[in-house]
């Protein structure tokens, strides 16, 4: 899974590079703009999953690149970063749908904190748009057209194995294998009772029953 992308935009090298090493111990891949004008560049080069953006930097403010996400990148998820405390600046920045607004100095913990619940909130919207079968394997979960599925790990790892390579028959002894490795001893049959259970919690059939061989993914309602 490829590390969630953040574009970090702050003038004063010392906050930026104090901010960015804790970003980056989360595991956060971190770009980092010391302008406006530098982030816009970023921003029209590549994708980003979230933006940190200190409202007053030189060249173009912070405001005028959240204006640009907001129209241009407006599923990216955004927090304004500035030691400005007066009411006005919060509005303008909450008016172009700022997620968050975070005063400095700041703990760099706490802003780890507000970047996880915001990525996570974000995350769970995406989840909701997509339709059909969907699977996330970080998160250990399924949905279908946005609704979580009650899966136990058994059933999730089972139509995970399957819908991975769907033009391949699975028998019982290789899904065994993928599910539990070496670590299960009992009889194969287990197989069918996840099976059993996953056809009922699924909207579609996606579960083929191969005669002779095993089990296979297929799509929907066939």
């Known amino acids: 899974?490829?590390?969630?992308?953040?574009?970090?935009?702050?003038?004063?090298?010392?906050?930026?590079?104090?901010?960015?090493?804790?970003?980056?111990?989360?595991?956060?891949?971190?770009?980092?703009?010391?302008?406006?004008?530098?982030?816009?560049?970023?921003?029209?080069?590549?994708?980003?999953?979230?933006?940190?953006?200190?409202?007053?930097?030189?060249?173009?403010?912070?405001?005028?690149?959240?204006?640009?996400?907001?129209?241009?990148?407006?599923?990216?998820?955004?927090?304004?970063?500035?030691?400005?405390?007066?009411?006005?600046?919060?509005?303008?920045?909450?008016n172009l749908y700022a997620d968050d607004y975070v005063i400095k100095p700041v703990s760099p913990i706490i802003l780890l904190k507000r970047m996880e619940t915001i990525l996570r909130r974000v995350k769970r919207k995406d989840q909701q748009k997509e339709k059909g079968l969907v699977i996330y394997e970080d998160s250990y979960q399924a949905f279908y057209d946005g609704a979580p599925l009650e899966l136990t790990l058994s059933e999730f790892l089972l139509l995970q194995v399957l819908k991975k390579e769907p033009k391949r028959a699975f028998t019982r002894e290789q899904l065994i294998l993928r599910i539990f490795n070496e670590d299960y001893v009992g009889n194969d049959r287990i197989i069918d009772a996840h099976v059993k259970n996953l056809r009922k919690k699924l909207p579609g059939n996606y579960i083929k029953t191969v005669i002779g061989v095993g089990y296979q993914f297929q799509e929907g309602d066939s």
Do not use: C, W
């Not at 590079?17 to 703009?33: F, P, S």
């Not at 982030?39 to 030189?58: C, G």
């Open 1 to 94: 899974m490829s590390a969630t992308q953040i574009l970090f935009l702050e003038d004063e090298p010392t906050i930026r590079e104090v901010l960015a090493e804790y970003m980056k111990m989360q595991n956060y891949e971190v770009t980092e703009a010391e302008d406006g004008q530098r982030a816009l560049a970023l921003l029209k080069e590549r994708e980003f999953d979230m933006a940190v953006l200190d409202i007053m930097v030189p060249e173009v403010s912070g405001l005028e690149v959240l204006a640009y996400i907001k129209e241009h990148r407006s599923g990216m998820a955004t927090i304004m970063l500035t030691a400005l405390d007066d009411e006005k600046t919060q509005v303008q920045a909450f």
